[in-house]
T-cell receptor, first 114, second 115 residues
């Protein structure tokens, strides 16, 4: 099973709202990622968690706050977003064993900020 | 720094014909290379990878890719295209010297297969 699940599928929020995106994988993967993707563009890396610890933050604004409650779950907390933050947010995970570096992506959350 | 180039924004092919989607890379040392496909309003699906070994890599849905070290290329191929192969394709590279699995993606190539 190579499934990564994400909820919700769609989210519309105002600029003053607080919301959270959720991601889950049960493949025992050691690394989990958040990406932001604009239409017809490649994904842009936001955060990397390795062994439940934040290892990479790609200079993401503080209105995005990641959290890794356990090895299977990854959250992205959103607060005071801007309209330009509207995008597809993708979660991914990877095993990180020798030769097993491919990332598996979830279906994404389509976020619209009004 | 590593980089990936996909020189074609779009590739058009008729159903039943062979297809090629091009990718070239730049990385120090031996690269780890990947192909992903993305259907509309979906996440990226892993197709295949090259880590080491045989230069011809076979993946999902009948796709294959050929690693060419001298030309620093990793072109995606399929002998007979299907209309359902129409999608956005991304090539990606990981620096083998990196401690984390951070991928550098190409800009993407839209594949359109006509009936």
């Amino acid at each position: 099973d190579t499934e990564v699940t994400q909820t919700p599928k769609h989210l519309v929020m105002g600029m003053t709202n607080k919301k959270s995106l959720k991601c889950e994988q049960h493949m025992g993967h050691r690394a989990m990622y958040w990406y932001k993707q604009k239409a017809k563009k490649p994904p842009e890396l936001m955060f990397v968690y390795s062994y439940e610890k934040l290892s990479i933050n790609e200079s993401v604004p503080s209105r995005f706050s990641p959290e890794c409650p356990n090895s299977s779950l990854l959250n992205l907390h959103l607060h005071a977003l801007q309209p330009e933050d509207s995008a597809l947010y993708l979660c991914a995970s990877s095993q990180e064993w020798p030769g097993m570096y491919e990332q598996y992506f979830g279906p994404g959350t389509r976020l619209t900020v009004t | 720094a590593q980089s990936v180039a996909q020189p074609e924004d779009q590739v058009n092919v008729a159903e039943g014909n062979p297809l090629t989607v091009k990718c070239t890379y730049s990385v120090s040392g031996n690269p780890y290379l990947f192909w992903y496909v993305q259907y509309p309003n979906r996440g990226l699906q892993f197709l295949l990878k090259y880590i080491t070994g045989d230069n011809l890599v076979k993946g999902s849905y009948g796709f294959e890719a050929e690693f060419n070290k001298s030309q620093t290329s990793f072109h995606l191929k399929k002998p007979s295209a299907l209309v359902s192969d129409s999608a956005l394709y991304f090539c990606a590279v990981r620096d083998p010297n990196s401690g984390y699995s951070t991928l550098t993606f190409g800009k993407g190539t839209m594949l359109l297969v006509s009936p």
